[in-house]
């Protein structure tokens, strides 16, 4: 089953979500996985993958950290940043929401995953999917963008 997007000649092929609430921590200044991770499988070499991601950082001292989405071994923000950072210039602890969104052009027909990773700054332990709240990666295949 498809869904065509009203008037654009687009069509959402599929979707695939995961959800999961382990958390995750680290101390590392290099971006680690945070085992939120999804895989598709495109119908075109031509679909766009929509990536939202949505789950609970935390940091103990508020040092800062960064999230970013991978696709296999790409990172597809910046590879410094990635596509969110959290610095607070107190030493309290700071729990906010990361929320990451991406269209990717994989141009392949086999099966790709995307998988949510995280860094900290400073050497403070930064954490996802804290207090047992979901984390989610949707991913919707497009045609004809």
Do not use: W
């Amino acid at each position: 089953m498809s869904v065509s997007l009203y008037g654009s000649g687009q069509t959402i092929l599929q979707v695939i979500n995961t959800t999961t609430t382990t958390n995750i921590s680290t101390t590392s200044g290099s971006f680690v996985t945070t085992n939120l991770s999804a895989t598709i499988t495109p119908f075109s070499t031509s679909s766009k993958i929509l990536v939202l991601v949505r789950y609970n950082g935390f940091d103990t001292t508020c040092a800062g950290s960064e999230h970013t989405v991978f696709r296999g071994g790409t990172n597809l923000g910046s590879a410094t940043y990635g596509f969110q950072v959290a610095y607070s210039t107190t030493a309290q602890q700071l729990s906010f929401p990361v929320v990451m969104n991406y269209l990717d052009s994989p141009a392949t027909t086999s099966a790709t995953t995307y998988t949510c990773y995280m860094a900290s700054n400073g050497g403070q332990t930064v954490s996802a999917m804290g207090y047992s709240t979901p984390g989610t990666i949707t991913l919707l295949e497009i045609s004809g963008v």
